[in-house]
């Protein structure tokens, strides 16, 4: 296998055969660029993301696969204009991440890791609990105390170890790092080989579009998978000739925390001192994410910006979404909040192709869901 880490700090090397989730520096790893895809490469009668498994630097013969990936790309109107929704939330999880879990874990698998940590929301530790199992693997999942709980239930089915730790999003992160002494650290968020999953989001779309690049991808933003798979992906397909230009790559983040929102604000590759708060978006609640200067970097060199909505525009985004049959949760909502400031203030217009990545179901979230709509139970007589 012609790929190697990279450690993101200094750029030392460091073979792939021995899993790493970051360098002996502390340092998070990268990997070497891989020869990406071309059309003629494609699997088509594989469906799911391992029908690019020419260009996902795991061999196949080892995925653990669930059928994850080729989620449907819809037609629907947003802000007025027509647009296209890509439906990630429609993954044996109900969430995007199975799309980098599915390789991350089958590397881990092949590689003799049979005990995995992560820290999580709530979709990641639900994915990775659920690939762990499939592969056989024990799993211990850090998550706040305020996750939604039908998530907790996810993990735990799956006989996973279920962890709350009080306080921030962070600070179930940081109880994390200190375990990764005993346990390896399987981060999604760490762990190099989950971009080489997420990046078939763009392949996918490439493909689903008619073998084009959208104009615009609009997706939430929390530490940054979605955005990076985008360029990785994008980057690939342009230096093969296979797409002409990148589409401009827009993360969108909960006003009442957004980290990459101030930077960009500013024109830094680094945090800048932002004030954190509560928000309903929980799976972007994340104050210190790790690839900083590699997604403002990807974000700026597409073209596209970092926009931050209020707690208000993700429920009436998560409503207008809902009365148009799309039920996502929160996090997916405030995508959707974003694009609509996009669209009011033109830099996104009806003559472009524009993506709306929703990626988690509304089903992880209902009693929230219910709170912010205002839905109560109501018993119905005849």
Same mark, same amino acid.
């Given at each position: 296998m012609?790929?190697r880490?990279v450690?993101?700090a200094?750029? /030392?090397t460091?073979?792939v055969e021995? +899993?790493?989730w970051?360098s002996?520096?502390?340092s998070?790893?990268?990997?070497?660029?891989?020869?990406?895809?071309?059309? #003629?490469?494609?699997?088509?009668? *594989? &469906?799911s993301?391992?029908r690019y498994?020419?260009?996902?630097?795991?061999? &196949?013969?080892?995925a653990?696969?669930?059928?994850e #990936?080729w989620? +449907?790309?819809i037609?629907a109107?947003?802000?007025?204009i027509?647009i296209?929704?890509?439906l990630?939330f429609?993954?044996?999880t109900?969430s995007f991440k199975?799309?980098?879990?599915?390789v991350?874990?089958s $590397?881990?698998?092949r590689?003799g890791?049979?005990?995995?940590?992560e820290d999580?929301s709530g979709?990641?530790?639900a994915s990775l609990?659920?690939?762990?199992?499939a592969a #056989?693997?024990?799993?211990?999942?850090l998550?706040?105390?305020?996750? /939604?709980y039908?998530?907790?239930?996810q993990?735990?089915? %799956?006989?996973?170890e279920?962890?709350?730790i009080?306080?921030?999003r962070q600070?179930?992160?940081?109880?994390?790092l200190?375990m990764s002494? @005993?346990i390896? $650290? !399987?981060s999604h968020?760490?762990?190099?080989?989950?971009a080489?999953? %997420?990046k078939?989001?763009a392949y996918?779309?490439?493909?689903q579009?008619?073998?084009r690049?959208p104009?615009?991808v609009?997706v939430?933003l =929390?530490y940054?998978?979605?955005?990076l798979?985008c360029e990785?992906g994008?980057r690939?397909?342009?230096?093969n000739?296979?797409i002409d230009?990148?589409?401009?790559?827009?993360?969108v983040?909960a006003a009442? *925390?957004a980290?990459y929102?101030?930077?960009? !604000?500013v024109? @830094? @590759?680094?945090?800048?001192?932002?004030?954190?708060?509560? %928000?309903?978006a929980e799976?972007?609640a994340s104050?210190? +994410?790790?690839?900083v200067?590699?997604v403002l970097?990807?974000? &700026?060199d597409c073209?596209?910006?970092?926009?931050?909505?209020?707690e208000?525009?993700?429920g009436?985004?998560?409503a207008m979404?809902?009365r148009?049959?799309l039920?996502? @949760?929160?996090?997916?909502?405030a995508a959707a909040? =974003?694009?609509?400031r996009l669209? !009011?203030?033109g830099?996104?217009?009806?003559?472009?192709?524009?993506?709306?990545?929703l %990626? #988690?179901?509304?089903l992880k979230a209902?009693?929230?869901i219910?709170?912010l709509?205002?839905i109560?139970?109501?018993?119905m007589s005849?």
């Amino acid at each position: 296998m012609d790929v190697r880490y990279v450690d993101a700090a200094d750029g /030392s090397t460091y073979p792939v055969e021995r +899993p790493l989730w970051r360098s002996p520096g502390g340092s998070h790893l990268n990997l070497t660029p891989g020869a990406g895809l071309r059309r #003629g490469d494609i699997d088509t009668g *594989c &469906r799911s993301v391992w029908r690019y498994a020419a260009a996902v630097r795991v061999e &196949r013969v080892h995925a653990v696969s669930m059928g994850e #990936g080729w989620t +449907p790309l819809i037609d629907a109107r947003w802000g007025g204009i027509a647009i296209r929704a890509k439906l990630e939330f429609m993954m044996p999880t109900g969430s995007f991440k199975d799309r980098g879990m599915t390789v991350m874990i089958s $590397y881990l698998a092949r590689h003799g890791i049979t005990h995995v940590l992560e820290d999580s929301s709530g979709n990641a530790g639900a994915s990775l609990a659920a690939y762990a199992a499939a592969a #056989g693997m024990r799993a211990r999942i850090l998550v706040p105390e305020s996750a /939604s709980y039908p998530k907790i239930v996810q993990m735990a089915a %799956t006989g996973a170890e279920v962890v709350t730790i009080p306080g921030t999003r962070q600070d179930v992160a940081d109880a994390a790092l200190t375990m990764s002494a @005993e346990i390896f $650290y !399987a981060s999604h968020n760490w762990q190099a080989f989950f971009a080489e999953g %997420t990046k078939t989001l763009a392949y996918e779309l490439w493909e689903q579009l008619g073998f084009r690049a959208p104009d615009n991808v609009v997706v939430p933003l =929390g530490y940054g998978s979605n955005v990076l798979g985008c360029e990785h992906g994008f980057r690939e397909l342009r230096a093969n000739g296979e797409i002409d230009a990148t589409p401009r790559v827009f993360g969108v983040q909960a006003a009442n *925390c957004a980290p990459y929102f101030n930077a960009f !604000a500013v024109g @830094e @590759e680094r945090l800048v001192p932002t004030e954190i708060k509560p %928000t309903v978006a929980e799976g972007i609640a994340s104050s210190k +994410p790790t690839r900083v200067r590699e997604v403002l970097r990807a974000v &700026r060199d597409c073209g596209g910006s970092i926009v931050a909505v209020s707690e208000d525009e993700i429920g009436a985004a998560l409503a207008m979404l809902a009365r148009q049959g799309l039920y996502v @949760e929160p996090t997916s909502a405030a995508a959707a909040a =974003g694009l609509s400031r996009l669209i !009011a203030s033109g830099v996104i217009t009806a003559q472009q192709t524009t993506v709306l990545v929703l %990626t #988690g179901s509304g089903l992880k979230a209902g009693e929230r869901i219910g709170e912010l709509l205002g839905i109560g139970s109501r018993r119905m007589s005849a």
